[in-house]
């Protein structure tokens, strides 16, 4: 595996694995890597060539009172863990080279960012999150790149800004890779003292709660809402949302009749943990 940190290097890196035929999957990260992000670098070797891990800790998707300082970051973990997994090229950018002295552009994806994470954090972090997905789709130019279903909302922003834009990039959503208790992988885990990472499970727990209340036939929002809420309150955990929305265009609905996502984003503990899934009523 080959380490790069300018626009140069790995656009090069890029260009040699083209000539020989080769396609590019992207997998963008801000490291403290673990499982979810590896499951993606397992479905982008499976279907290319070049294998291309993003490791940068974007700080315009940050709010001023975010934890942008204290992100955990060990980039030798990092570049073992993702060599082990089949990453071929590590790109690895100081915040210069992507954001040089008097950068000036950002890109809006309007309407599927004020709401749930747009509204709950501010739109500017979806604002961060499209300037810099559509920075490194410019320096790379893959294929394919992959994101995780774990982040439901980015998932649509990414995949709109693609259409939009009319960007040559396939977006491809893996599944939620969990502890085993249940817990979604986060890098943000790391923050839970052990009393807080047990609280977290209800996160996941009240979406299974929710799914229950749908498969016994309660379809309405309210009811399904309960559902998941009684088991955050158990845990004394207050959500900043806990929503249910269409999946393709984040309207809030008012009952689980096809698909529907489940989103909550909650404080535990020091750690803003989020989670999600997709509701389907029973035939
Ligand atoms: P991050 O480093 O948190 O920006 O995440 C990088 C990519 O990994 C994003 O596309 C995330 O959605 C994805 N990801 C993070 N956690 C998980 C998880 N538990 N399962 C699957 N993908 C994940």
């Given at each position: 595996m080959r380490i790069v940190r300018t626009v140069a290097d790995v656009r090069a890196a890029v260009r040699d694995a083209r000539s020989r035929g080769a396609s590019i999957g992207l997998v963008p990260t801000m490291g403290a890597l673990h499982d979810g992000h590896l499951s993606l670098v397992r479905a982008a070797r499976a279907a290319n060539g070049l294998v291309v891990m993003s490791l940068f800790v974007n700080p315009?998707?940050?709010?001023p009172n975010e934890d942008l300082a204290a992100y955990p970051r060990d980039e030798e973990r990092d570049a073992r863990l993702a060599e082990d997994a089949g990453v071929d090229v590590l790109f690895a950018p100081p915040v210069a080279e992507v954001y040089p002295q008097g950068f000036a552009t950002s890109i809006h994806v309007a309407g599927l960012t004020d709401v749930l994470d747009g509204a709950s954090r501010g739109a500017g972090h979806f604002d961060g999150v499209a300037t810099v997905v559509t920075k490194l789709f410019q320096m790379v130019a893959p294929d394919d790149a992959y994101f995780g279903q774990k982040d439901a909302q980015q998932v649509l922003v990414i995949r709109r800004l693609v259409?939009?834009?009319?960007?040559?990039?396939?977006v491809v959503a893996c599944p939620t890779v969990r502890e085993p208790d249940g817990l979604a992988m986060s890098s943000r885990n790391v923050y839970?003292?052990?009393?807080?990472?047990?609280?977290?499970?209800a996160l996941n727990r009240a979406?299974?709660?929710?799914?229950?209340?749908v498969a016994?036939?309660?379809t309405d929002a309210a009811a399904v809402l309960a559902a998941a809420s009684a088991v955050l309150g158990a845990a004394g955990i207050e959500p900043e949302y806990l929503e249910l929305r269409s999946p393709d265009d984040?309207?809030?609905?008012?009952?689980?009749?096809?698909p529907t996502l489940l989103a909550v984003a909650a404080r535990v503990g020091p750690a803003r943990l989020i989670d999600n899934r997709i509701l389907e009523a029973a035939p």
């Open positions: 315009t998707q940050f709010g259409r939009d834009l009319d960007m040559p990039v396939t839970l003292d052990p009393e807080s990472r047990e609280r977290a499970t979406l299974d709660a929710a799914e229950r209340e016994e036939g309660r984040l309207r809030e609905v008012a009952r689980v009749a096809g």
